[in-house]
């Protein structure tokens, strides 16, 4: 019965072709790091894919620390959107729902934890993937990983709450 | 004797009136986040204040998360960068020199933790403060806060370490 619940939840979370992020209610689409309707954003978009949700971005020039290397705070900024993209889609296939039959729910970040393993060198597409390792109806924790060239560079864990009343 | 080192490195922290940032050598001057030397970026500017490192930034418009809201990965950036400064003028502190003596030493980030106390309304100047918990020659743990209108909405802990020569 598990293995089924299992096969129903990764079966609605990869049928998705559109963008997790492109999914979020047209008011709440402003954001800096993910939204559609933010021209002066990142624009992250994550893909549902089995249990993960995986995304790739590609640094601008400009977007560096030390010249050579990816911004960390960007790195945590993708972080951070991806995560909550996961935990939507988590959400959603916890409900029963395929991502995309109805608008994704808005989680919130409550918390952060980035670990910057090495370097992220600048000029290559980054893979970003996630996974939830715990949820509940109103919270959820999502593991990160960034990747550069095959080489995961970046770790993050990321604490996501549904978005409260009094910020909608 | 502890006690005069303590003010000696006091003293040292609160003289420069440039801000930590502008004292980075040139050639690792091009953060996103802080650089001097990248017309693209935040351009954040931390200033030394007795112990503790004091900077004011006000996001723009549309650096949000939900409409009415800071973005997340922005204030992730901003407790950063911060960061480094702070673990800059500590380590000029403890090596007798004042901060603005010489070129600022480089640091960047090993581990970044931010927890979201309660959102952060755009539309204001945030207010980041952050002092060393701990430090050894190569490494400084940052204890930062951002306040917006007074009240604390995000606190942050940071790990920095010396640029290591395969970044440099």
Redesign the interface.
């Known amino acids: 019965m598990l293995e089924f619940a299992h096969n129903v939840i990764r079966d609605s979370m990869s049928t998705s072709k559109r963008a997790i992020q492109d999914l979020y209610p047209d008011?709440?689409a402003?954001?800096?790091?993910c939204g559609r309707n933010?021209p002066?954003?990142h624009q992250l978009k994550s893909f549902s894919e089995g249990d993960e949700v995986v995304a790739h971005f590609t640094p601008?020039a400009?977007?560096?620390?030390?010249?050579?290397?990816v911004?960390?705070?960007?790195l945590?900024?993708?972080a951070?959107?991806h995560a909550m993209a996961a935990a939507a889609a988590a959400a959603e296939a916890a409900a029963g729902r395929r991502i995309g039959d109805s608008p994704a729910p808005?989680f919130?970040?409550?918390?952060?934890?980035?670990?910057?393993l090495k370097?992220t060198p600048i000029g290559v597409e980054l893979e970003v993937r996630g996974h939830v390792t715990e949820r509940s109806e109103k919270k959820a924790i999502i593991a990160v990983t960034i990747a550069a060239a095959g080489t995961i560079t970046v770790r993050a864990e990321v604490v996501a709450v549904r978005?409260?009343k009094?910020?909608?």
Chains 1, 2 share one sequence.
Do not use: K, W
């Not at 400009?62 to 290397?69: A, C, E, T």
């Not at 911004?71 to 960007?74: A, K, Q, T």
């Open positions: 008011d709440l402003h954001c800096f790091g933010n002066y954003g601008a400009h977007q560096i620390s030390i010249p050579g290397f911004y960390g705070g960007l945590a900024s993708l951070d959107c808005r919130v970040t409550a918390a952060l934890r980035v670990d910057y370097p978005i409260p009094s910020m909608e």
